[in-house]
C-alpha cells in the first residue's frame, strides 16, 4: 500500500511552505479538518520541517472533562526537568480544589510553573494534537504561558476551528490552515495498490470527497453490485461509518435532522430547507459548513455533501417509517413541482399504483426538462411500483428507465431496470434497446460494455436490423474508447449493410454517419460519398440530433473553414435538440456553434455558446471533458487565457479518468495552444507531443479535424528544434495537399515563416505572412496571428516601421473581434515598438542581461541557465525580470521574437 504519510505531505502542500517562508506564522499554526482528513500527518510533517526535537500531546476523549490533565502530560514528558517535576506535584493539589475559595491562587500557580517549564526547557516545538479534547483548564494555562514564548514552536491539530474573542489559545496571530480533501490524483495513488479501475477510483473519491481514511476504508469494503450500489447506506463498512459518525457527532442534533432532510432531496438548496426548518436553518448550516460537512453553493444556496458517503449514512440512520414521513414533510416543503411528485412518490404505500402513475408522470416532466438523472429515479420507481400482471406498462417504464439511466450515465439505475425488463415478457426489440441503453451508460464512464454487448448480439440474433443496431455501438465503442477507427469502420460497414437489406432506412443512415466521420478522420476519399447516402435516407425513427448526418455534414463544413455554411446547418439543429430534451446532444451542437464562432472571429458570441454548453453540462451530470474543451478553446480567444488553462487541466484530467482518447487529444491541443501563446514553449511542445502520438495511434490523417501542427512546430521553434519543425511541417503540408485539405495550409505557411526567420531568412519569412494573411481574410483570428508573426518578423529585421503597421493591424483586428487576449498581446507589441527608438532593436541590455536573455529566448530553463553563468536561480529570475521590464515583454515566446539568439548576430556581422 503507499505510504499514507507521503500522499498526505502532498496533499498538505498549502501549509508546509508556512514553515519555511514565514518564520512568524511558522511558531503559531492550527490545522483543522474533519476526522480521518490527515491532521495528524499534516502536523507530524510541518514539525519535521522546523528541525527541532518535537514534544507532542494528544489528549483523548476521556480527558476533556478532566481539569488539567493536559498540563499532566506535558510535565510527565519533560519530567526529567525539575519545573515540571514542580507542575506535576502542584497539579495533585490543584484538580482537588476546583471549587475551593484558593482555586483562583491555585490556578494562577499552574500559570507561573508552566511559564517557568517552558522557559528552562532546551528548545523544542510543541505538538497538540487531537486538541479539540484539550480540557479547558490546561488551554487556558497553556495559552497564557505561551504568550510568554513567542519564539517557541507550536502546531496545534483539531477537527474544528475555534479562534475565540480573542485569537486561538495558542495564540493570537495563529495562522489556521484547514487541511485540504485529497484531489481524484491523490486518491488515485493512495489506491494504486489496490489497482481499481478509473470508475471505481471515481466512485471512492465522491463518496470520501477526498478524506484519505475514509477513501482506505470504503476501498477496503465489498465492491457494491453495479445494480446497487450506495442504497440506503447498505454498503458502508464498518470503519467507514465509524469515521462519518464521528465526523456527523461534531455538530448538534438539530443540525443533524436538517442535514438528513437534505440527504433525501436529490437537489437540497437553501429555500427548500427554510420551508422545511424556518429561521434556524441559517445558524444551522453554518454549523455544518464549520465542520466540512456541506458547502452552500452561491449564487443558487444549492446545498452540497462534501462527501457524498454522509447523506447515505444520514439516510441509513432511517427506518423505513421516519423516512416515509420526511419524505412527506419534503413535500409539502418542495417548491419544484418535480421533486414535489418524487417525494409523494417515495412517501406513498410501494404497491400504490396511483404513485407509480405519479412517479411515471414526474419522470416525463424531467425527461423534457433535461434532468435525466432525476427521471432516471422517478423512471425505475414507477417500474418497480408498477403491477407485474401489467406486463405492457411495466415494459414501457422499464424501458424509459433503462434510456432515462443512459442519458444520465446512470449504470446501477439502469442495470436494475434492465433486470426488470429481462426477466418481464418483453421483445428481443426492447431486450436489446435496454442492453444498448446500458451499453451507452457504461459509456458515460467508458468502462467495460464487453459483455453488454455480446448479451445484444445473442438477444439480435436472426434479426438483422437488431443486429445493426449492436454493431453501430460497437463502432462508437471501437472508435472512443479503444482508439481504434479501422475496427469502427468495419463495423459501421457491416451495420450499415446488414439495415439496408433489413430495410430499416434510419439505422442505415446512423451506420452510414458513422462510417463517414471515421473515414474523414481516416482521410478516406470515400468519405463525402457516404455522408451524401446517409443524408438521402428516410429516416422514420428519432435520432439524437447529435448522431444525424446533418450534424456531421454542419460539422464537415467547420473542417473545410465553409463557416457560414456549418452555421446555417446547426442552428435549427440547435432546436431540434432542445426540443426534444436531449441535454448531450444540444451540448454538442452547442459546442459545435462555439467552434464556428470563434473560428469566424465572433468571440463573444462563442463565449455565450460555450457557456451554455458547460451549464447544461454540470445541470445533466454529463462527462465535462468535452464541454472542458470548448470553454477552453473560447475563454482562451476571447477571455482569459488562465480560465482557458484551467478548463483545458481539468478536461485532460478528465479523459484520463474516463479513458476517452478522442476528447484527451482535444484537451491536449487547446493546453498545448494555450501554454504556447503564453510563451511557455517547452510545455506546449510537451502536450502537443502527446495529441501527436495519440492520433498516431489512433490512425488519425486529415489535418483539418484536429489543427495541431502548425502550434507544434512553433513550439519546436521557439526552443530551437528547427529540424523537427521543419519535418512536421513538410510532412503535414504534404497530407494536407494529397486530401486537398487547403484550409490547413495557410497556418503551416505561418509557421513555416517563422522557421526562415529563424534561421535569417527575414526577407523570405515576411513574403510568406503577408501571402498567408491575405488568404485569411475569413478567419480574423487566425489572420491577426499570422500578422503578430510578421511584426516579430520585420522587428528582427529591424524594419520597424513595417513592424509597427502589421502589429497595428493586428491590434485592430484582435479588438475589433473581441478576442481580448490576442488584443493585449499585440498592444503590449505595439507600445514595446513605440517606445524603442529607430535604429535599436531594442533598449541597451547589460551584457548580463543580455546573455541571460539570449539563452532564455533559446528555450534554456532557468536552471541551465544558472548553470551556465555560475550564478543562482534567484539571480536568473531576477534578471529575466528586469529584461521584461526594460522590453515591455511578458512571456518566454515574446522573448524569444525580440531576442535574437547569439549565432543570429554572429551570423548577421
Known amino acids: 500500500m503507499p505510504d499514507f504519510m507521503n500522499v498526505v505531505n502532498a496533499q498538505v502542500g498549502l501549509a508546509l511552505p508556512v514553515v519555511a517562508g514565514d518564520p512568524d506564522r511558522a511558531r503559531r499554526v492550527v490545522l483543522f479538518g474533519p476526522p480521518g482528513i490527515g491532521k495528524t500527518t499534516a502536523a507530524e510533517a510541518l514539525a519535521k520541517q522546523l528541525a527541532m526535537p518535537v514534544l507532542r500531546l494528544a489528549p483523548g476523549p476521556q480527558d476533556a472533562q478532566v481539569p488539567y490533565s493536559g498540563l499532566l502530560e506535558l510535565a510527565l514528558v519533560l519530567q526529567p526537568l525539575p519545573a515540571a517535576r514542580e507542575l506535576a506535584t502542584g497539579l495533585d493539589g490543584a484538580a482537588a480544589e476546583p471549587g475551593s475559595p484558593h482555586h483562583a491562587a491555585s490556578a494562577l500557580r499552574m500559570r507561573r510553573r508552566t511559564a517557568a517549564l517552558l522557559r528552562d526547557a532546551p528548545p523544542f516545538a510543541l505538538v497538540v494534537d487531537n486538541a479539540q479534547w484539550l480540557d479547558p483548564a490546561s488551554e487556558a494555562v497553556l495559552g497564557w504561558a505561551l504568550r510568554l514564548a513567542p519564539d517557541l514552536p507550536v502546531i496545534v491539530a483539531e477537527r474544528a476551528r475555534r479562534p475565540g474573542a480573542g485569537g486561538h489559545w495558542c495564540g493570537e496571530n495563529a495562522y489556521a490552515v484547514r487541511v485540504p480533501a485529497l484531489t481524484f490524483g491523490q486518491v488515485e495513488l493512495l489506491l494504486s495498490a489496490y489497482r481499481f479501475a478509473p470508475r471505481d477510483v471515481l466512485r471512492i473519491h465522491a463518496d470520501s470527497g477526498g478524506n484519505p481514511a475514509l477513501a482506505l476504508a470504503l476501498a477496503e469494503s465489498p465492491r457494491p453490485p453495479a445494480d446497487q450500489a450506495g442504497e440506503d447506506g447498505h454498503f458502508l463498512v464498518t470503519d467507514a461509518r465509524r469515521l462519518v459518525g464521528e465526523w456527523l457527532e461534531e455538530v448538534s442534533a438539530q443540525a443533524r435532522e436538517l442535514l438528513t432532510a437534505a440527504a433525501l432531496d436529490d437537489r437540497p438548496d437553501l429555500a427548500l430547507l427554510n420551508r422545511l426548518a424556518g429561521p434556524p436553518v441559517t445558524n444551522l448550516l453554518a454549523e455544518a459548513e464549520a465542520a466540512g460537512l456541506v458547502h452552500v453553493e452561491q449564487p443558487g444556496g444549492q446545498v452540497r455533501f462534501t462527501a457524498r458517503a454522509i447523506g447515505t449514512e444520514l439516510t441509513a440512520r432511517l427506518s423505513t417509517t421516519a423516512r416515509r414521513l420526511l419524505h412527506a414533510r419534503l413535500a409539502q416543503a418542495s417548491h419544484d413541482e418535480i421533486r414535489r411528485d418524487r417525494h409523494h412518490a417515495l412517501a406513498a404505500d410501494t404497491d400504490d399504483p396511483r404513485a407509480a402513475r405519479h412517479a411515471a408522470d414526474a419522470a416525463g416532466h424531467a425527461r423534457l426538462r433535461g434532468e435525466h438523472a432525476l427521471a432516471a429515479e422517478l423512471s425505475l420507481l414507477a417500474a418497480e411500483r408498477t403491477p407485474r400482471e401489467n406486463t405492457g406498462l411495466l415494459t414501457e417504464r422499464a424501458v424509459h428507465a433503462v434510456r432515462d439511466a443512459a442519458h444520465g450515465g446512470d449504470l446501477s439505475r439502469g442495470r436494475a431496470a434492465a433486470r426488470l425488463l429481462l426477466l418481464n415478457d418483453s421483445s428481443p426489440a426492447h431486450r436489446v434497446d435496454a442492453l444498448l441503453a446500458l451499453a451507452d451508460a457504461d ?467
Request: glycine content about 4%; proline content about 4%.
Open 443 to 909: 459509456g458515460q464512464h467508458l468502462g467495460d460494455a464487453d459483455e453488454l454487448f455480446a448479451g445484444a448480439l445473442h438477444e439480435a440474433a436472426g434479426l438483422p436490423e437488431l443486429t445493426a443496431q449492436v454493431l453501430i455501438r460497437q463502432a462508437v465503442w471501437a472508435n472512443v474508447k479503444e482508439g481504434a477507427p479501422q475496427k469502427a469502420a468495419t463495423l459501421a460497414a457491416q451495420a450499415a449493410a446488414l439495415a439496408e437489406a433489413a430495410g430499416d432506412a434510419t439505422s442505415t443512415a446512423m451506420a452510414l454517419t458513422m462510417q463517414a466521420r471515421i473515414q474523414r478522420i481516416l482521410g478516406s476519399p470515400q468519405a463525402e460519398a457516404t455522408l451524401g447516402r446517409a443524408l438521402s435516407q428516410p429516416r422514420t425513427a428519432p435520432v439524437a440530433t447529435n448522431a444525424t448526418p446533418e450534424h456531421l455534414a454542419a460539422r464537415h463544413a467547420f473542417f473545410d473553414d465553409r463557416l457560414a455554411e456549418a452555421r446555417t446547418a446547426l442552428v435549427p439543429l440547435l432546436i431540434q435538440a432542445q426540443r426534444a430534451g436531449d441535454p448531450e446532444a444540444t451540448v454538442d451542437i452547442l459546442r459545435s456553434l462555439a467552434e464556428v464562432e470563434i473560428r469566424a472571429g465572433r468571440c463573444a458570441r462563442a463565449l455565450e455558446y460555450a457557456d451554455r454548453a458547460r451549464t447544461l453540462t454540470e445541470r445533466a451530470d454529463l462527462s465535462p471533458a468535452p464541454a472542458c474543451y470548448t470553454s477552453a478553446l473560447a475563454e482562451g480567444t476571447g477571455a482569459r487565457t488562465d480560465l482557458a488553462l484551467a478548463h483545458a487541466r481539468r478536461g485532460a484530467d478528465t479523459c484520463r479518468q474516463e479513458d476517452n482518447r478522442v476528447y484527451l487529444s482535444r484537451n491536449l491541443f487547446v493546453l498545448g495552444h494555450l501554454l504556447l501563446a503564453a510563451g511557455r514553449p517547452k510545455e506546449a511542445a510537451e502536450a502537443l507531443e502527446e495529441v501527436r502520438d495519440l492520433e498516431a495511434r489512433q490512425q488519425v490523417r486529415d489535418p483539418s479535424v484536429l489543427r495541431w501542427h502548425a502550434d507544434l512546430a512553433e513550439a519546436h521553434i521557439a526552443l530551437g528544434r528547427l529540424d523537427q519543425a521543419q519535418d512536421l511541417l513538410t510532412a503535414t503540408r504534404r497530407t494536407a495537399t494529397d486530401l486537398g485539405r487547403h484550409s490547413v495550409l495557410p497556418p503551416l505557411e505561418r509557421a513555416q515563416a517563422l522557421l526562415d526567420a529563424a534561421l535569417g531568412h527575414y526577407d523570405t519569412a515576411a513574403r510568406r505572412l503577408t501571402d498567408a494573411a491575405d488568404r485569411l481574410h475569413h478567419l480574423p483570428v487566425e489572420r491577426g496571428r499570422t500578422l503578430l508573426a510578421l511584426s516579430h518578423t520585420e522587428r528582427r529585421a529591424r524594419r520597424r516601421s513595417s513592424a509597427r503597421t502589421a502589429a497595428r493591424d493586428a491590434a485592430d483586428l484582435f479588438t475589433a473581434h473581441q478576442a481580448h487576449p490576442w488584443a493585449e498581446t499585440a498592444t503590449h507589441l505595439l507600445h514595446r515598438l513605440d517606445s524603442t527608438p529607430d535604429g535599436e532593436s531594442h533598449p541597451r541590455l547589460t551584457r548580463a542581461e543580455q546573455r541571460c536573455a539570449e539563452l532564455a529566448a533559446a528555450g534554456v530553463t532557468n536552471r541551465d541557465i544558472a548553470a551556465a553563468l555560475t550564478v543562482s536561480e534567484k539571480t536568473v529570475e531576477a534578471t529575466l525580470t528586469r529584461v521584461y521590464r526594460k522590453l515591455g515583454l511578458r512571456s518566454r515566446v515574446q522573448l524569444a521574437n525580440a531576442i535574437a539568439p547569439a549565432k543570429d548576430r554572429t551570423t548577421d556581422t
